[in-house]
């Protein structure tokens, strides 16, 4: 199975993914000289996004998860249609529909990058599932940058996440359910909670990944059995790519995997 992202913060649904399929084996793809995406035009990020695609396809994969805000929101048809009939999943519409359906109020929270908010993606999606929802979308850039240094507890970023987020909660006393819009914000969540208190549900968009992609290979007959796992680099089934710097690839990741990545373990690719 192929994941990718602009850089490590898709590394969050691959551990989401492994967890719920122990069994498969994972080839995740890092676009590291390219970085980030967000800042880029939908038609270069989809160009992009196509070239990571065919190195995994290269590969051998059976199903590709795109694990990226960006690349999901412009991107996504655009796969699914030249790399037909591979099953292409993002990780907009899962977060969404679990927002939808796990929302008392219909009024619902999204916490992103600027440039998935400016692009409104989540606020569709969730309006596709649940009409007539109100949501309410705050850009939290520097969790970004606090997670890639690994302050991902603590007072520094329990101050960032209270400035960004007591007042939105505050002022919206019906708010009941926040989705996590930027694959690195699930390591700062012990933050996110705090500062929004326990009445408003978290919505994790990489376990909800995780749940639609489990579901889509049940459906398609793709599930590997229960076997022992082939050798291969790194992690037990799994294999790192990454496009520039191995090294802070493999350290700035095991913040978001949960567990150490060994330099040597991370192939470095061109696309």
Same mark, same amino acid.
């Given at each position: 199975m192929g994941v990718f992202d602009s850089g490590v913060g898709g590394l969050t649904v691959l551990r989401a993914l492994r967890s719920a399929l122990p069994d498969e084996r994972f080839i995740y793809l890092g676009d590291t000289a390219r970085l980030p995406y967000g800042t880029k035009s939908g038609e270069?990020?989809?160009r992009y996004a196509e070239q990571a695609t065919r190195v995994l396809?290269?590969?051998?994969i059976k199903l590709l998860v795109v694990?990226?805000?960006t690349a999901s929101s412009v991107a996504l048809g655009h796969l699914a249609a030249?790399?037909?009939?591979?099953?292409?999943?993002g990780v907009i519409e899962p977060g969404a529909a679990a927002a939808g359906a796990a929302s008392a109020s219909g009024l619902i929270g999204v916490i992103a990058t600027e440039g998935t908010v400016r692009g409104g993606a989540y606020e569709r999606a969730i309006r596709a599932v649940r009409p007539g929802a109100d949501v309410v979308s705050v850009a939290c850039q520097l969790f970004v940058a606090l997670a890639e240094e690994g302050w991902i507890d603590g007072p520094v970023a329990e101050a960032v996440a209270q400035r960004y987020l007591a007042n939105v909660v505050g002022e919206r006393p019906t708010l009941d359910c926040l989705v996590l819009g930027c694959t690195h914000f699930p390591v700062l969540r012990?933050?996110?909670?705090a500062a929004v208190g326990p009445r408003v549900r978290l919505v994790d968009s990489a376990e909800t990944t995780a749940e639609v992609v489990v579901d889509c290979l049940l459906r398609s007959d793709l599930r590997a059995g229960h076997r022992t796992r082939e $050798?291969?680099?790194?992690? #037990? $089934?799994v294999r790192f790519? #990454?496009?520039d710097a191995?090294?802070?690839?493999?350290r700035v990741g095991a913040v978001f995997l949960g567990e150490a990545i060994a330099p040597e373990d991370v192939e470095l690719v061109d696309l």
């Open positions: 270069t990020v989809t396809v290269g590969r051998g694990a990226c805000n030249v790399f037909a009939p591979l099953p292409v999943i012990q933050a996110i909670a $050798g291969g680099a790194g992690q #037990a $089934g790519l #990454a496009t191995p090294g802070r690839f493999a």
